[in-house]
């Protein structure tokens, strides 16, 4: 079973630019997720759906980042303009029960690095 | 506010010397607690979940428990290939994720 696809691996970008990520969760998994992991912390929730419907975005810093998830399959999380402090790997996951239900299998994440 | 604390930061072993990695957690409504392993580079793979107090669960080398208050990772007779960051996580309404322990086993 092929697992969550995430492209690209690596993105540089300078400061006040915009970046788009991809993701491609599990086959047949109707929850998605999107997470921040800034070096040497652990991942940090940004915003779950459920099929192609938002459960939570309280995390989300709006202002300049925004999800999508088109057909309830495929997401795109986009930043614009980004920060030096937006420097991270952003990591996707899918479920394949609800949301707070199941276990989540991620991505291997997009490295971000804002000069 | 619901936390999660991992203990110690990190953790040099030598090949076969068993240890222990501890996850504190204070958090309303526990719905689960996860264990995955992290290698440089790499997305979180998952280990293990445990529901309720006094479960445990294995595979291979690994033993994770669990208590009211923390969970415990324990690694018996590691080998380096065991080397990663091993991340514990809650759920209550999302995942809540402590910031790992580096585990180093070298020959």
Do not use: M
Not at chain 1, 11 to 27: D, M
Not at chain 1, 33 to 58: M, R, T
Not at chain 2, 5 to 29: D, F, I, M
Not at chain 2, 68 to 80: D, G, N, Q, R, V
Request: glycine share 8%; hydrophobic share 35%.
């Amino acid at each position: 079973e092929a697992g969550v696809a995430q492209s690209p691996r690596y993105k540089i970008i300078e400061k006040r630019q915009s970046v788009a990520f991809w993701c491609n969760p599990i086959s047949g998994h109707a929850t998605l997720y999107w997470y921040q992991q800034i070096l040497g912390q652990g991942p940090k929730l940004l915003i779950q759906f459920q099929n192609n419907g938002v459960v939570d975005d309280s995390q989300l810093p709006k202002d300049r980042f925004s999800a999508e998830r088109l057909k309830g399959v495929d997401s795109t999380l986009k930043i614009q303009p980004a920060k030096l402090e937006d420097s991270a790997v952003y990591l996707c996951a899918s479920s394949l029960e609800r949301v707070g239900l199941g276990t989540q299998y991620f991505g291997p994440g997009t490295r971000l690095l804002v000069l | 506010e619901d936390q999660v604390t991992q203990s110690p930061e990190a953790l040099r072993l030598q090949e076969g010397e068993s240890s222990s990695l501890n996850c504190s957690y204070t958090v309303s409504g526990l719905r689960g607690l996860f264990w995955y392993r992290q290698d440089p580079g790499k997305g979180p793979e998952f280990l293990f979940t445990l529901y309720s107090a006094g479960e445990e669960k294995e595979k291979e080398r690994l033993k994770a428990t669990l208590t009211k208050k923390e969970s415990f990772l324990h690694i018996t007779a590691p080998k380096p290939e065991d080397s990663a960051t091993y991340l514990c996580a809650v759920r209550t309404d999302k995942l809540i994720f402590g910031t790992g322990t580096r585990l180093q086993v070298f020959p």
